[in-house]
């Protein structure tokens, strides 16, 4: 008996419908970017009198000065190290927290601890944004760098630990069993066995936590006020005033904040989607 496929099985009104959605979904998708990019290439006075149009004469005029006048270079640099460090340590802490609450023999207490991690899911940064900053000045680490990845790390870990926890309960325990009737200790069990079957898992963590962390803006905007110490997002917001806007400096400013994304994300969109299928929706 022939089997007819699900293509043939669907009308080609249906279809033809569907196709134009997605084609309009991924326009309204692209063409921001494509416009930010081109738009960056004109000077003030061309946004202004024709947003839309292509630039008469591309330069990177735009981009040389929103370098030099907004010390774009020092705000990357912070960007980078507010963002490894950060996804490094919950990434660490996570995987951790998720080993000793899945595979340790301590099952009412891991309940609870779970549920903890859980609420903390529900927590918003504008909910404790003021008596965090209030604490940060008692301990004295406003206006350094610790002041902005500590809250980074901490409103990271509830959603990586959520994650590695779904994926290493799926670990088989006998393998961890097996390992410890030979006398490994759970130190060498995490480092030899859990670490390297959770990659995929690893890959969504840190692409998630990468992204979040390079976005974030709140944290750096209030716990500090030296310019050496702010990151790529709120060094933009300077060429956005209510006197005076540089469009084309907002704009080339803008490219370089997104294009780091961009690429990491081009470079592993794959291995984010590997994970998503293998690790973080695993039973």
Do not use: C
């Not at 590695?164 to 393998?175: F, N, Q, V």
Request: glycine share 6%; hydrophobic share 55%; no cysteine.
């Amino acid at each position: 008996m022939q089997t007819v496929s699900l293509a043939q099985r669907t009308s080609l009104p249906w279809r033809i419908s569907a196709y134009i959605l997605m084609f309009l979904f991924a326009v309204l998708t692209v063409f921001p970017l494509l416009w930010l990019g081109y738009s960056s290439l004109k000077p003030h006075a061309e946004i202004v009198m024709h947003p839309l149009a292509l630039p008469e004469n591309p330069s990177f005029n735009n981009f040389v000065r929103a370098w030099s006048i907004g010390g774009l270079g020092a705000a990357l640099a912070n960007s980078g190290i507010y963002t490894i460090v950060s996804t490094v340590a919950s990434l660490f802490l996570a995987l951790a927290a998720a080993f000793a609450l899945t595979k340790f023999p301590y099952k009412k207490s891991n309940s609870f601890f779970t549920g903890a991690f859980a609420m903390g899911l529900m927590l918003t940064v504008h909910a404790v944004i003021i008596p965090l900053f209030l604490v940060e000045v008692k301990l004295g680490i406003v206006n350094r760098r610790t002041g902005v990845i500590l809250p980074y790390i901490a409103f990271s870990l509830p959603m990586s630990i959520m994650i590695a926890i779904s994926y290493i309960r799926g670990i088989p325990d006998a393998i961890i069993e097996s390992a410890e009737i030979d006398g490994a200790k759970y130190r060498y069990i995490f480092w030899r066995m859990i670490v390297p079957l959770s990659t995929p898992v690893i890959a969504t963590m840190v692409i998630l936590s990468f992204l979040s962390h390079w976005n974030e803006f709140l944290f750096v905007f209030i716990f500090t006020t030296k310019t050496a110490l702010k990151s790529l997002p709120v060094a933009i917001t300077q060429f956005a005033g209510r006197t005076n806007t540089e469009y084309g400096l907002q704009y080339a400013s803008l490219v370089i904040g997104i294009l780091p994304m961009i690429i990491f994300y081009f470079f592993f969109h794959a291995q984010l989607i590997k994970g998503f299928g293998e690790g973080a929706l695993k039973e």
